[in-house]
């Protein structure tokens, strides 16, 4: 079983590699992006609580992710594995995920880190803004403020994973197609 967790700052193309990740790998794609939008659209009361930290471009609280996280999995059931987006993005979460994959003997395999530029990140998200309708792609402050909070809250994880000899870095410039060959590489190497 690959699960794998896709990590890097908004507007790496996490989401656009995912869903090659998925078609070739017959994987489960599993965004606390998308399970938030859910919430969002349903009108939950986490959805609710969720919109707050999201409008403000802050992380939404770990345990309220980590709940939706459970949900997920407690109905996916795929022998191939699941890819996380976005998610963990801090280090209890990354804890609480492995507590949750151990306990199914499914652990994570490893981490791969897409690295970009902040410029070319901003560059990106603006341009995503263009057409997404996500207001926190169309103004520099939020972008900011989420590059921000990626560099001091979530950058750590990858040191959780490097410590434990499951992390790949790959460079996140270049086509679509280029940057997907040099992922799936990266999966090559974790699973030796």
Sequence with gaps: MLNIVL?????AGKGTQSQKLIEDYGLTHISTGDLFRKHLG??????????????EGRLVP?????????????????????IFDGFPRTIPQAEALDELLNKKSTPIKGMIALSVPDDELI???????????????????KIATRLQVYQTETLPVA????AQGRYESVDGV????????RIKQAIEQLER
């Design 174 to 181: 270049g086509g679509i197609d280029t940057i997907y060959e």
């Design 123 to 141: 560059s990106r998200l603006l341009e995503r803004g263009k057409t997404s309708g996500r207001a926190d792609d169309q103004n520099r402050e």
């Design 62 to 82: 770990d345990q309220l992710v980590i709940d939706m996280v459970d949900d997920k999995l407690q109905e996916e059931n795929n022998a191939n594995g699941i």
């Design 7 to 11: 990590f890097g700052p908004p507007g």
């Design 42 to 55: 349903e009108g939950t009361e986490l959805g609710k609580k969720a919109q707050a930290f999201m409008d």
């Design 159 to 162: 040191n959780y994973y490097e």
